[in-house]
């Protein structure tokens, strides 16, 4: 092998790796969520937790999404497991949909330690970008098997209004 293939083999690993980068921050970037821990998140003592890794400031998380759209309206579809419907607060604000949470652990109820703590816990906040005006008013939102889908009707023309929507 010549030393002209290897740069170019170096060259097209490159360019995959940051081309498939680039795909993922461009189509997954707004799901990459921070929880910020408080004292109602309710996570064990550092001392009960093996895990080197877990820092409970430093807790992150995906949401995964999907936004849909026909001729009536947007559903937003967001998958945020282990979670109480009471727990959300979803509003429009302008042209984004903001969804703030609080993920609580949950203890077992026998002695023992955590070997792995990998999931997110605390409050977070997602927004999203909604691609044409709603009716914000006539907005529903539904919370099962862990996904959060909001329905918010098209709006033939917007103004701007902040919104709170309930979650049934």
């Given at each position: 092998?010549?030393?002209?293939?290897?740069?170019?083999?170096?060259?097209?690993?490159?360019?995959t790796v940051t081309e498939g980068f680039h795909r993922l921050?461009?189509?997954?970037?707004?799901?990459?969520?921070?929880?910020?821990?408080?004292?109602?998140?309710?996570?064990?003592?550092?001392?009960?937790?093996?895990?080197?890794?877990?820092?409970?400031?430093?807790?992150?998380?995906?949401?995964?999404?999907?936004?849909?759209?026909?001729?009536?309206?947007?559903?937003?579809?967001?998958?945020?497991?282990?979670?109480?419907?009471?727990?959300?607060?979803?509003?429009?604000?302008?042209?984004?949909?903001?969804?703030?949470?609080?993920?609580?652990?949950?203890?077992?109820?026998?002695?023992?330690?955590?070997?792995?703590?990998?999931?997110?816990?605390?409050?977070?906040?997602?927004?999203?970008?909604?691609?044409?005006?709603?009716?914000?008013?006539?907005?529903?939102?539904?919370?099962?098997?862990?996904?959060?889908?909001?329905?918010?009707?098209?709006?033939?023309?917007?103004?701007?209004?902040?919104?709170?929507?309930?979650?049934?």
């Amino acid at each position: 092998m010549k030393m002209h293939d290897i740069k170019h083999g170096l060259g097209s690993l490159k360019d995959t790796v940051t081309e498939g980068f680039h795909r993922l921050r461009e189509s997954a970037g707004g799901a990459l969520t921070r929880f910020r821990a408080g004292e109602s998140a309710n996570l064990p003592a550092r001392g009960d937790i093996d895990d080197a890794g877990f820092l409970p400031s430093q807790s992150w998380a995906m949401l995964g999404g999907d936004v849909f759209e026909d001729d009536r309206r947007l559903v937003v579809r967001l998958e945020v497991p282990g979670m109480d419907k009471k727990n959300f607060d979803v509003e429009v604000i302008g042209d984004t949909l903001h969804v703030r949470g609080e993920k609580r652990f949950e203890r077992e109820s026998t002695e023992g330690r955590w070997r792995t703590l990998q999931c997110a816990y605390g409050s977070f906040q997602r927004r999203v970008s909604l691609p044409v005006p709603v009716k914000s008013d006539q907005a529903r939102a539904i919370y099962r098997d862990g996904v959060l889908k909001i329905e918010l009707p098209k709006a033939a023309e917007a103004k701007p209004r902040n919104v709170t929507i309930h979650v049934g």
